[in-house]
């Protein structure tokens, strides 16, 4: 078989014994996968997106599983004290795996591991938070169901130390699939960190990898969330994250993209109680013949609630980048204030920046306002550098630096900030000279 | 160690050097003031490198170069620096990193080793409490949020971490209050020697009253029109530039 | 909502009466036969024939757009009439005193006596009553200048040369469905060409009013501006009011050619449908214009009216240095739709573009700014601003923003921002409390809020465009 056939996506399958419980719910993606429209120029959210990577890849089959050697390296975050989970291919590595025994307070289970009352639980949130009617790769990755990762907090516990879930692909004779899953439920009160960490080993990769999260925050709950792509860029990755908000919740959300052959990734909050609060920030790099798609959502359905989000992209040599951020505020959601800014840096004429920030408001008495900027660094800060005695070139990549630095130095965790810091260097490294005085 | 003969400097197209001539030699400091909208701050940009300010004629020498054959790093690695009248912002590059990058830069091109990062940073917070800002002012984005003296501040700690031959000083005591203008006066003070040189555009002779000049120049229509020793300051605080009509005229 | 609000929002329009004029209309219905007849009514030439053959037969392989944020029922084609002229006109009128007397009396109940605002303000009024031009004024004044301005059915015969080079050439024969449709069956339009380095010597303005039962309006109107030349036209439109939709698919092409000026400015005041969404025109227009090296086009317009509004006029900066401006304020009110913005396609290098959109929603309307920018490979140092503002007044109705940024060049800019806001019950009741009646105290904020588009319109057209707003505005405030 080769290409990527819409039939043959659907009937492909997961292991026989996998999760008899969950059959109806991938029988129910599977369905819509089927009757869902293969997305094409004409479809307004995939308008820049043309799926032709995948559309001519083999990838319709899953991983052979196998003994892989992991460096530590790959996947650690030095300083951070967390709960790990270490996915190799979609294989969970029980070896490098670090969980805190299981507590009333806080359990992180694999659904296969799920417990009748767990079960219930995942059943009652998988796939009303992401709708397989969204968006059909959200059919698809529930259609490849068998596995997935639940995390829950009961209500007004505070856990601190965040679960680090790492997906990591490493290539395999032919290429296949990855699927993903992760639900969150935090009750109400509760708080939690989860990190959610997409990499690879350096090898060229051959894998398209859905990932797809879904996050229930009862009221008053708090998520920290980051969502890393730093996979090899042969790697394909269409995913998702979908969060639901009750009163008073809020969520902290990051994302950082290292573009790829092909990365999409849907990013959706809905506002579901008055007073919930989102803050969404977010980097995009993509260089080389990457391609990269951003498409952000915030509903706000209820009163008074609140959604700051920034984004930033550079984009270099060929590579194309998409934004589409989109804020809705329903009639309902009186109060709400709401702001989006997308800055872009383009860094040669064959680059292309596709941004569109969306309003769509029904409430009059709300205060939204969204902007959008494509353009080069500033000259002003150029010459300022330059009187310095700064080389001009060694000038615009601390400046291109400086553009998304700022967002890394927003990170709560500063593990996170050491971590990929040294990643973002690199990513500007074509000449390490130009890059030693980062950091 | 600068001459400027005859300079004409266009700006969107409007004259606004109209042959400029100014001799500096080492170990000297000099004030240019002059009215709002006489060229002086068109004369610090043009030196230093910035676009967009056309050399219609006139040539500047600096220490042998001709300046207006190099590019702006270049000028500054030679050793001419100009404080900012209006310092830029840059979020998300530290003060620190910036200012590593610049005395590498700075000390590369005259044939030193790049400092070591324990090194510099020392020297940094030495030379950051000289001109009282505070350390934590190194690890914040450049200029990023400072108020005016704070900026400027900076501006001079990067010229004593950068050890210029000729400083350009534009307008560095405008908005300032005492205390920041002393912090001013003595980094430029610490810095006086016969091997180095200044000059001073100002708009107020109260900077001259901290730093003594060694020369006055009066800047009108793009030309100095009248020079004198530091009483020539005193006697524009006094009656202005009215006075000078004729000449201004 | 306050009840005063309320009762300024119940108002009736006022421009709602039918002209009792006997007409040539054709039945409903389109067909090859229908093209045939429009074109020998105008005795067109056969190359026009096949143009417009060539339209229909890829307008018939074409489907309506279905990405505006509008609603509305299937249009049925076959019900609409395509063409009508007033039966009086076989003979042409020589001067004002020849017009239809009614026909003035129309334009007197709107406010806009044509002699006393064609000799007051220097105007030459091409006036369209349903499909054919009645009367042109200052035709003399003009032609002395060597500017042409007259229907597009006269140009047809007398420029034939300029017709056949440029008709098409902006908006081509298949860019959109409407823009097919109106290339097949067009009925007429303005026609305007300003020789090299001619300044014309007055403002141009057309008056379009939709009149008979059920004809569609096709318009079409050409401005060619040659090279340093300048030129600025205002279009105006009214429709007394009928139960039924009508619609209206106007293309409007102007090209400025090296160093030229065209200002465009529109003021829409179509009947919007009463306040139960019933009736209303569907306004679906194209409009576009193409600037050469150092040409500017600016687009300024104020719709107030139609039941629902699609149209975004643009520009295609093709030359260097060239220059496209957008100044909108559309007004929306009960059941009104718009879907509203602009196109500006940077090609040159150094081109400039500034977008100022105000979008005014009560009632329960539905208001969108849709916009594009591009910056193609070659617009290098091309730079675009763009501000898009929202006033929502009451609770609802609806403002949306869908501004397509495509940048593919390192050194252009573009800068978007959008806000919204409403009048709020505070501003109204300290207002009041400083003796300001409600009605006075919103048409002063949403005034206020259109400012910066105001300006931009020509003197003349300023105060009308004032006064429109504040009618449509009444009731609309909250």
């Not at chain 2, 009248?85 to 000390?107: C, H, T």
Request: glycine share 8%; net charge negative.
């Amino acid at each position: 078989m080769s290409g990527f056939d819409q039939n043959a996506a659907a009937a492909l399958t997961s292991r026989a014994d996998a999760q008899i419980w969950l059959e109806a719910f991938r029988d129910l993606n599977r369905q819509q996968w089927l009757a869902s429209h293969w997305p094409d120029r004409k479809t307004e959210a995939w308008k820049y997106t043309p799926l032709t990577p995948l559309a001519q890849g083999d990838y319709l089959r899953f991983p052979t599983a196998g003994k892989v050697q992991i460096e530590r390296a790959r996947y650690d975050i030095p300083g951070l004290d967390c709960q790990r989970l270490v996915f190799v291919n979609g294989e969970m590595m029980p070896e490098l795996c670090q969980l805190s025994p299981a507590r009333e307070a806080c359990c992180v289970t694999r659904f296969c591991d799920a417990d009748e009352q767990q079960q219930a639980l995942i059943t009652q949130h998988l796939g009303k938070i992401a709708e397989a009617t969204d968006n059909p790769f959200v059919a698809l990755n529930g259609s490849w169901l068998e596995d997935g990762v639940l995390l829950q907090v009961a209500a007004d516990q505070r856990i601190e130390e965040p679960l680090h879930i790492v997906h990591m692909t490493t290539p395999d004779q032919q290429a296949f699939s990855v699927r993903q899953r992760l639900l969150v439920a935090l009750d109400s009160g509760a708080e939690a960190t989860v990190i959610e960490h997409f990499t690879s080993d350096e090898a060229r990769q051959n894998s398209f990898v859905t990932g797809v999260s879904e996050f229930k925050l009862a009221a008053g709950a708090r998520l920290t969330h980051y969502r890393l792509h730093l996979e090899e860029e042969h790697n394909i990755h269409i995913g998702g994250v979908y969060a639901q908000l009750d009163r008073d919740a809020h969520i902290d959300s990051f994302f950082l993209g290292l573009g790829s052959r092909l990365t999409r990734l849907d990013l959706r909050i809905q506002h579901q109680g008055a007073g919930s609060h989102a803050q969404l920030n977010g980097i995009y790099l993509s260089k080389g013949t990457q391609h990269i798609d951003i498409h952000s959502t915030v509903e706000h359905e209820m009163p008074q609630g609140s959604t700051s989000e920034v984004v930033r992209g550079i984009v270099d040599d060929e590579a194309k980048a998409v934004f589409n951020g989109r804020i809705h505020i329903h009639p309902n959601a009186q109060k709400t204030l709401a702001e989006l800014s997308n800055r872009n840096l383009l860094l040669t004429n064959t680059a292309e920046v596709y941004t569109k920030p969306e309003l769509e408001i029904y409430a009059d008495d709300v205060r939204c306002a969204h902007g959008a900027t494509v353009s080069q660094i500033e000259d002003l800060s150029l010459y300022y550098l330059q009187s310095r005695g700064i080389d001009r070139k060694e000038a615009q990549v601390m400046l291109s630096f400086g553009f998304i630095n700022e967002l890394i130095g927003a990170l709560r965790h500063e593990p996170l900030q050491r971590l990929l810091r040294p990643i973002l260097t690199q990513w500007f490294g074509k000449d390490s000279g130009l890059t030693r005085h980062l950091l | 160690m600068l001459s400027i003969v005859d300079l004409h400097v266009r700006v969107e197209g409007k004259d606004i050097l109209n042959g400029l001539s100014l001799e500096v030699q080492a170990g000297e400091v000099h004030a240019i003031m002059g009215p709002n909208g006489s060229g002086k701050s068109t004369l610090g940009y043009v030196l230093s490198g910035r676009e967009g300010y056309e050399v219609v004629s006139g040539s500047a020498t600096f220490e042998g170069h001709n300046l207006f054959e190099l590019d702006a790093e270049t000028r500054a690695r030679a050793g001419l620096f100009l404080a900012f009248q209006y310092p830029v912002e840059i979020p998300g590059v530290s003060n620190m990193e910036f200012l590593k990058a610049s005395v590498d830069a700075v000390r590369e091109h005259q044939g030193l080793p790049p400092y070591d990062a324990v090194t510099f940073m020392k020297l940094a917070r030495q030379q950051s409490a000289s001109v009282s800002l505070p350390p934590e002012f190194l690890k914040r984005g450049v200029n990023e949020g400072f108020s005016g003296g704070e900026k400027k501040r900076n501006e001079i700690l990067q010229m004593m971490l950068l050890e210029p031959k000729l400083a350009i000083l534009d307008e560095t005591d405008s908005g300032l209050d005492i205390d920041a203008l002393q912090v001013v006066a003595e980094g430029v003070n610490a810095r006086r020697s016969d091997e180095n040189a200044f000059i001073l555009v100002t708009h107020y002779q109260r900077l001259l009253d901290y730093i003594v000049p060694d020369f006055v120049h009066v800047l009108a229509n793009g030309r100095i029109v009248k020079s004198g020793g530091k009483e020539l300051a005193l006697e524009l605080e006094e009656k202005g530039y009215a006075w000078l009509e004729p000449e201004v005229a | 909502m306050p009840d005063q609000i309320n009762a300024y929002l119940d108002s009736d329009y006022e421009a709602g009466f039918v002209t009792d004029v006997e007409a040539d209309t054709l039945p409903p219905g389109l067909n090859e036969d229908v093209i045939r007849f429009i074109s020998s009514k105008k005795s067109e030439p056969e190359w026009l024939l096949e143009w417009r053959l060539k339209a229909w037969r890829d307008w018939l392989k074409m489907d309506e757009p279905r990405w505006a944020h509008v609603q509305h029922e299937p249009i049925d084609f076959n019900s609409i009439s395509y063409y009508s002229s007033p039966k009086s006109l076989e003979d042409r009128p020589k001067s004002l005193d020849e017009v239809d007397p009614e026909l003035l009396r129309t334009y007197e109940k709107l406010g806009i006596p044509l002699h006393e605002q064609a000799t007051l303000a220097g105007v030459a009024v091409d006036v369209v009553f349903d499909s054919v031009s009645v009367a042109t004024t200052f035709k003399d004044k003009l032609l002395e200048a060597g500017v042409l301005f007259c229907p597009i059915s006269e140009a047809v015969h007398l420029y034939p040369e300029l017709i056949q080079k440029y008709l098409g050439s902006v908006v081509p024969r298949r860019d959109n469905f409407y823009a097919a449709l109106n290339s097949a069956v067009f009925s007429d339009g303005s026609f305007v060409y300003i020789p090299k380095g001619v300044r014309c010597p007055m403002e141009l303005s057309t008056y379009f009013r939709i009149n008979e039962a059920n004809t569609g309006q096709f318009e079409r109107t050409l401005i060619i501006a040659d090279e340093d030349s300048h030129v600025s036209y205002l279009e105006g439109c009214t429709a007394p009011m009928r139960d039924e939709n009508q619609l209206h698919a106007a293309v409007v092409e102007l090209v400025a050619l090296k160093g030229a000026q065209i200002k465009y400015s529109t003021v829409q005041n179509w009947y919007p449908g009463d306040k139960n969404g019933m009736g209303g025109i569907y306004n679906f227009v194209t409009k576009r214009g193409v600037c050469h090296e150092r040409a500017k086009i600016s687009w300024t317009q104020v719709e107030t009216g139609s039941a629902i509004t699609w149209k975004y006029p643009s520009v295609i900066l093709r030359g260097d240095h060239s220059v496209g401006e957008f100044y909108s304020v559309a007004l929306t009110n009960n059941f009104q739709q718009a879907d509203t913005g602009t196109k500006m396609i940077h090609m040159g290098k150094n081109t400039r573009s500034t977008i100022i959109s105000k979008g005014i929603s009560a009632g329960k309307s539905q208001n969108a700014y849709r916009g594009l920018v591009r910056m193609n490979p070659r617009a290098e140092g091309a730079r675009n601003y763009t501000q898009c503002d929202s006033l929502l007044i009451g609770d609802r109705c609806g403002a949306h923003t869908f501004p397509y940024i495509e940048s593919k060049n390192a050194s252009a800019v573009v800068e978007h921002e959008a806000t919204t806001s409403k009048v709020s019950e505070d501003q109204l009741f300290l207002c009041q409390q400083r003796g300001i009646d409600p009605e006075k105290a919103v048409s002063m904020i949403v005034n206020g809020f259109c400012k910066e588009v105001f300006k931009e319109l020509p003197m003349e057209f300023a105060v009308e465009a004032g006064k429109l707003l504040e009618v449509s505005l009444e009731g609309a405030v909250g």
